[in-house]
């Protein structure tokens, strides 16, 4: 079973009979890093194509690391998790290699990982990661309810399921890597939302949104306009619909992350009431 062996670590490639001791390394330990979005590390772990090695010490399992599927040349840090009795920087270094050398048979040029806990920081900084962005919150509560308007020669409606290869392009095309979503994360972005809306322009989809409930509040996940459409009012259109649909509903707060970079986006969300909450995720990235 072992593809490598390095000081008594052995490497293998994760398989669905060890996903089991992966929840369990993920759950009882410190050294633990999972991404933030509608996926669950459990369920990711079955994503088709992930790139996902896992660190054994005489029959154990001591740590796993997992890049998501490559879009445009990049890819994600998903999941890394080390079992707090080992050595942390070895295993990582361990893992990170055998990882890497599949992120370049991929011909991957980008990796980024969202830095929601410090301990990575010291493991990833010697093989070249630095610090390239920050995820920001912005958050919008308190707010007059908004006055209805409708865009001429646009029609906003909620999201069928034959829309999904659509939406999938309109985000690729949107959105740069590695901050573009694959088909699959849209479809579960869509299954979990509370509310998914495409924009038409001439029978066209050029932009959509989804959202999600929690409590009380709601959570703008995505927003994407195709860039033909860009600056016509699509994005304010698709926000003021899902604003005003949660305010019928009651739910009178809501909240976006987004790129601190992407002042555009910022520049709309501020236009609706949204500020920045000062709760920043820090992008660490590193060019192979
Ligand atoms: C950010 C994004 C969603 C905004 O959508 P958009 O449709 O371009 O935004 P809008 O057209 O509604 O508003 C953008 C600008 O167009 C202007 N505008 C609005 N209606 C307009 C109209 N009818 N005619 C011309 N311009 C108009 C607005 O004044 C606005 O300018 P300002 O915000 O600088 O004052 C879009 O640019 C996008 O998909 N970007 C890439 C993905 C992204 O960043 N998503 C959000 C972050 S998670």
């Not at 054994?56 to 890049?67: D, H, K, S």
């Not at 996940?221 to 698709?238: C, D, H, K």
């Not at 987004?258 to 236009?271: C, V």
Request: aromatic share 8%.
């Amino acid at each position: 079973m072992s593809t490598s062996t390095s000081r008594q670590i052995a490497i293998t490639e994760y398989t669905r009979r060890d996903r089991h001791l992966v929840s369990d390394i993920l759950f009882r330990n410190y050294n633990v890093h999972t991404h933030i979005d509608w996926q669950e590390a459990e369920k990711w772990l079955e994503t088709p194509d992930a790139i996902i090695r896992l660190a054994w010490q005489y029959g154990r399992l001591i740590g796993v690391l997992a890049a998501a599927p490559p879009l445009g040349g990049t890819t994600w840090l998903r999941i890394a998790g080390i079992s707090d009795n080992a050595d942390a920087a070895r295993v990582f270094d361990i893992l990170w290699n055998a990882v890497h050398k599949e992120l370049i048979t991929r011909q991957i040029h980008l990796v980024a990982v969202l830095m929601i806990r410090d301990w990575l920081i010291p493991l990833i900084t010697p093989h070249g990661f630095t610090c390239r962005e920050e995820v920001i919150t912005l958050r919008r509560a308190d707010q007059p309810p908004l006055v209805g308007e409708s865009l001429p020669g646009l029609t906003i409606r909620a999201t069928q399921p034959t829309d999904l290869v659509t939406i999938t392009q309109v985000d690729q095309a949107a959105f740069e890597p590695p901050w573009q979503l694959t088909g699959d994360e849209v479809r579960e972005a869509a299954r979990v939302s509370a509310y998914c809306a495409v924009a038409l322009r001439n029978e066209q989809i050029v932009g959509y949104q989804a959202s999600t409930m929690y409590f009380d509040g709601s959570h703008l996940a995505r927003l994407a306009v195709s860039p033909q459409a860009q600056g016509t009012g699509v994005g304010a259109a698709l926000l003021g619909d899902v604003i005003r649909r949660f305010s019928r509903r009651g739910v009178v707060s809501m909240t976006v992350n987004t790129q601190l970079s992407n002042t555009r986006s910022q520049h709309l969300y501020e236009r609706f009431g949204f500020q920045r909450n000062g709760y920043d995720i820090p992008v660490w990235m590193v060019n192979l």
